[in-house]
């Protein structure tokens, strides 16, 4: 998806419930407001109309740097947009997403 095939980490995205309107993000200029709450600028690098428990979406990204430039969105079951950053720890590289 993003990036040459070498510095690709393969992600499998998948889903308790269908979700629809999924996409992929490639965030970018970030802020913080008087809360500490983390806003990005985004860009939809995929998008596909649901994601399924029996249909996962396997995805290639490219991680860079300490602030995360990979994003998911979603609608979940009540209708609410859900957005997370995608981050790699730098302790040990493990995955996990935050909300924003």
Do not use: C, H
Request: hydrophobic share 40%; aromatic share 12%.
């Amino acid at each position: 998806m993003v990036g040459d095939e070498e510095s690709r980490t393969m992600l499998l995205f998948t889903a308790e419930k269908t979700v629809t309107d999924f996409k992929v993000l490639a965030l970018s200029s970030f802020d913080f407001d008087e809360n500490g709450n983390t806003s990005f600028s985004t860009e939809t690098v995929y998008e596909q109309p649901e994601l399924t428990p029996d249909r996962p979406l396997l995805a290639g990204l490219v991680f860079l740097g300490d602030i995360p430039n990979n994003g998911i969105s979603y609608v979940d079951e009540n209708g609410v947009e859900k957005r997370y950053a995608v981050d790699m720890s730098g302790m040990d590289g493990s995955l996990f997403l935050w909300e924003f």
